[in-house]
């Protein structure tokens, strides 16, 4: 009898969460803290989720960036599809606050990751295999960090994941979706552009640290949103496996990145690309989040970009056709307007241990993808 009257508690509450909304709502935005295990050593790694809310709006300065979001604020009611963000070689993933914040507003719960051994504090990764193949396990770990954090998991839509990738990002992004990367591609190109400082620092070659890892691709991932890529080791035959639909941005000004060798090419190779768009005058840095005059002071490089290059407008629509790319790709959010919020009903919610699958990653310790959620 206990377990009948527990199954209807359950129906009835999903179909209330189930409830789609007749148009997008415009929330304001709050943002919690993750910390779970890197995959690669077991060692604590973090990320920050932005998330909808219906807590006043308020600006947090984090690390040096102004943020528009309230730390641990009440999660809006809905089930929100979730976007991974995975920032480039030695930065940080709050380089791109305001697409992040901009895409929680309109109902999407994003997660922005920062990579061990790859940021703008620590560098002890880069150009390693642990690099390259750590990245992609990182992020699926943060999927299924998420997707069992107590606060924001009854109000992620788990089969509706994708992932945003900026430069480095985006090679870490198609690697999820089932790119293969060739390590001999990048050693020719380094042969043909040796003058490319930033790709050909160790003439292609990388460090060989870990010989168990391989490029592993996360079946949850259902769509890709790719700002200036790096994929110097990806043809058209190691991309042959990416199923999902693709969005494509990058700047014909970019000063890091061989757009023929990058951009363009993955444009040309990939199966399924929704879009290319190269922004004219736009460099590599442009994707980051405009800055304020604190940044602009102790960073100009990355805060100046070229003359008639308009940095905010470019981001709003950056992230107006983030919105339209993953409602089409993944489906657009369900709320639930005018119900309680979350911190209402997590007083009443216990996790039951074990309805929770394994996670499918090869050389990863088991843990659990989801859980279910009855009431007490």
Not at 199 to 207: I, M, P, V
Not at 327 to 352: E, F, K, Y
Request: hydrophobic content about 45%; overall charge negative; glycine content about 8%.
């Amino acid at each position: 009898m206990m377990r009948l009257c527990a199954v209807m508690v359950m129906s009835l509450l999903s179909s209330l969460i189930a409830v789609q909304a007749s148009e997008r709502q415009n929330w304001n935005v709050g943002f919690h803290e993750l910390t779970f295990l890197d995959p690669l050593d077991s060692q604590p790694m973090h990320a920050y989720a932005f998330y909808p809310t219906t807590a006043p709006d308020n600006v947090t300065r984090v690390q040096g960036y102004p943020i528009e979001a309230t730390e641990d604020a009440a999660v809006a009611m809905g089930r929100f599809p979730m976007l991974m963000l995975s920032h480039g070689n030695t930065g940080t993933p709050l380089a791109q606050h305001d697409i992040a914040t901009s895409l929680a507003r309109r109902g999407f719960v994003v997660v922005a990751v920062f990579h061990p051994g790859d940021n703008y504090l620590d560098h002890s990764r880069l150009g390693a295999l642990s690099n390259l193949y750590g990245r992609p396990l990182q992020i699926s770990e943060a999927i299924s960090a998420a997707l069992l954090d107590p606060m924001l998991s009854p109000y992620i839509s788990a089969r509706r994941v994708g992932v945003i990738g900026y430069s480095a990002g985006g090679e870490t992004a198609l690697i999820l979706a089932g790119a293969q990367p060739d390590l001999q591609r990048l050693r020719n190109y380094c042969q043909q552009r040796p003058q490319d400082i930033d790709a050909c620092k160790t003439q292609g070659e990388l460090l060989v640290d870990r010989d168990d890892l391989r490029a592993q691709a996360d079946p949850r991932v259902g769509a890709l949103m790719l700002m200036a890529p790096l994929g110097l080791m990806f043809g058209r035959h190691t991309l042959s496996d990416v199923h999902v639909p693709v969005l494509l941005y990058s700047g014909d000004g970019d000063e890091l990145l061989a757009i023929d060798k990058n951009a363009e090419a993955l444009a040309r190779k990939l199966p399924d690309v929704t879009g290319f768009k190269l922004l004219a005058g736009a460099g590599h840095f442009v994707f980051m989040a405009p800055c304020d005059d604190m940044q602009r002071a102790k960073t100009p490089g990355l805060c100046t970009d070229a003359v008639g290059v308009d940095r905010e407008d470019i981001h709003r629509h950056l992230a107006n056709d983030a919105v339209q790319f993953f409602d089409g790709a993944l489906g657009s959010p369900m709320n639930t307007a005018g119900m309680q919020t979350a911190s209402a009903i997590n007083a009443r919610l216990i996790t039951r241990e074990s309805s929770c699958p394994a996670a499918r990653r090869s050389g990863v310790p088991d843990r659990p993808v989801a859980c279910r959620f009855v009431l007490r």
